[in-house]
C-alpha cells in the first residue's frame, strides 16, 4: 500500500468514516522522499527504540519500522487507530498508542515496548516526527524535559520554528527556546519542504532538524530552576536590556545589584539578553543563584 498516495490516503479515511482535522495539525506527507529521508535520519543505530508522535495514516511509521528495533506510535486522533491497525498490519514491531503525547508516561510506554528496561540507560532510544504544528514547543520541552535520554530527536516543523531552533545568539530568530535546546544538545537544520508536500498542504513551508543530546549533561548550573528563569526572564522582554528584564522575575536583587551581576559576568551593562549563549546564561544564572544566597540565605 502506498502510504503517500493522495488517493489511498482518502479511500482509508473514507473507510474509517473521518476527515482531517485541522485543530490536530492533520497534515499528511505525500512525498514519498521525506518519510524515508526522516526515517533515515531518526538514528545511527538500527537497535534503537523510536518514539513517533502522530502517526497520522502511518508512512513515516513504516519507515521507521523498516530500519529500527521498534517503534511507539502515538496518536491522538481515535479515529485514525482502526487506519493505522491496516496500514502497518505487516510490521510486527510497531505498538500503537491512543494518546495525547502531552500527558501519557512515555518512559512506561517506551520501556514496555522493549520488553522493560531503562530507556536510554538499557536501550537506545530516539524521536522521529512529522509534529502537528500547533503544539510543537510544548512537544519538544515535554520531550527534552522528560529525563529520557533520547540520542537524538528528529522532527518535521514550521520552517520559521526551525530557523529558532538553529538560531546564532544575537540574531533575530535567537529566543528563549534556542537557548534551552542548548542546554540539552545541538541542532542541525537538515532538509526544507514545501506545502506541496502535504495533504492537505499547510500554509506554511517546513523543515526537519534534528537534535543531538548531550549523553551526559554539558552544562551543570548551581540552580536549574534560576537557570531556566534567567532565559525566560532575558526573553520576555527581549527589547529591554538584560539588567532591565531580569528585574521582573528577580527584583528581589534590586537594579542595582542586578547590574553588577551583569558587568561581573563580563558583559556590558546594556547588553540585551538576545546576545548571550546558553553557557553564558549558565554563567549568569550561577552569579544570580550566589547573591540570592547571599541576601536570603535561600538561593531559589
Ligand atoms: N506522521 C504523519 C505524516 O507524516 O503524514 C502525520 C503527521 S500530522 C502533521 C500530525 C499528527 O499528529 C496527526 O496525525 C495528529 O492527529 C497527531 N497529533 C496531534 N496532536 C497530538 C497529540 N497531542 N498527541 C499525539 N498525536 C497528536
Do not use: W
Not at 526522516?38 to 545511527?44: G, H, K, L, P, T
Not at 522582554?237 to 532591565?244: D, F, P
Not at 538576545?274 to 550561577?286: H, I, K, M, P
Amino acid at each position: 500500500m502506498n502510504l503517500c498516495n493522495p488517493r489511498v490516503i482518502r479511500e482509508l479515511m473514507e473507510e474509517a468514516g473521518i476527515r482531517f482535522r485541522r485543530d490536530l495539525g492533520q497534515n499528511f506527507l505525500v512525498d514519498p522522499a521525506v518519510p524515508e529521508e526522516i526515517a533515515d535520519a531518526a538514528s545511527v543505530d538500527e537497535d534503537a527504540v523510536i518514539l513517533e508522535i502522530g502517526p497520522g495514516i502511518g508512512c513515516l511509521t513504516a519507515a521507521l519500522a523498516e530500519r529500527y528495533r521498534r517503534v511507539v506510535a502515538v496518536e491522538i486522533d481515535r479515529g485514525l487507530i482502526p487506519v493505522l491497525e491496516k496500514t502497518l498490519a505487516e510490521y510486527e514491531n510497531v505498538t500503537v498508542v491512543n494518546g495525547d503525547c502531552m500527558e501519557v508516561d512515555l518512559s512506561a510506554l517506551l520501556s514496555a515496548a522493549a520488553g522493560g528496561g531503562v530507556p536510554g540507560v538499557d536501550f537506545p532510544v530516539a524521536v522521529a516526527a512529522n509534529l502537528p504544528y500547533y503544539i510543537t514547543t510544548p512537544i519538544l520541552l515535554k520531550l527534552l524535559e522528560s529525563g529520557i535520554r533520547f540520542s537524538r530527536i528528529t522532527v518535521m516543523v514550521q520552517k520559521e520554528v526551525a530557523d529558532r531552533l538553529a538560531a546564532a545568539p544575537g540574531s533575530k530568530d535567537y529566543g528563549a527556546i534556542t537557548a534551552v535546546l542548548g542546554y540539552y544538545g545541538t541542532v542541525e537544520r537538515r532538509f526544507t519542504v514545501s506545502p506541496g508536500s502535504f495533504l492537505p498542504p499547510p500554509a506554511v513551508s517546513s523543515a526537519v532538524v534534528s537534535i543531538d543530546l548531550y549523553p551526559e549533561p554539558r552544562f551543570k548550573p548551581l540552580s536549574e530552576k534560576v537557570f531556566f528563569a534567567a532565559v525566560h526572564a532575558a526573553f520576555e522582554q527581549r527589547r529591554k536590556t538584560l539588567v532591565n528584564a531580569l528585574s521582573a522575575r528577580f527584583s528581589d536583587l534590586g537594579k542595582e545589584k542586578l547590574g553588577e551581576i551583569v558587568v561581573s559576568c563580563g558583559f556590558p551593562a546594556d547588553v540585551r539578553g538576545e546576545r548571550l549563549g546558553t553557557g553564558e546564561f549558565v554563567a549568569l544564572s550561577d552569579a544570580l543563584f550566589r547573591a540570592r544566597e547571599a541576601l536570603t540565605g535561600k538561593a531559589d
